[in-house]
């Protein structure tokens, strides 16, 4: 049985740490970090595919118009485009620590 590995992300810019912080040192904002799993014990192939879920990938130009986000009344454009904002920042955080600080030629 492999031992769980975790570690703790900051869902505000995605700086990674061992142990849980109060307060991010890189971006300086309270509170936002999570645990997340990093490794679990191994499993068979089959088991991985058990808990997949069922579909196949889709070609963009194939998604149909119900999949995509509405505005709904609720919602000003300033607080979707804010989220959108938030998510994309948080997804490049992710992509740097994949990259583990190093630059990537384009």
């Known amino acids: 049985m492999a031992k769980v590995k ?4 900051c869902s505000s810019c995605g700086n990674e ?5 109060g307060r991010c040192p890189a971006c ?3 509170n936002t970090f999570v645990e997340e799993v990093l490794q679990r014990e191994s499993a068979s192939p089959s088991a991985v595919l058990a808990r997949m879920p069922a579909g196949r990938p889709v070609p963009v130009g194939q998604i149909k118009e119900e999949h995509h986000r509405r505005i709904d009344g609720g919602e ?3 607080e979707v485009a804010a989220d959108a904002a938030e998510r994309a ?3 490049f955080g992710l992509i740097e620590k994949g990259l583990n600080g190093y630059a990537v030629k384009a």
Not at 17 to 21: F, G, M, Q
């Open 89 to 91: 920042q948080r997804a």
């Open 28 to 30: 300086g904002e309270w």
């Open 17 to 21: 740490a061992s142990k849980w912080l």
């Open 6 to 9: 975790k570690a703790y992300f």
């Open 76 to 78: 000003s454009v300033d």
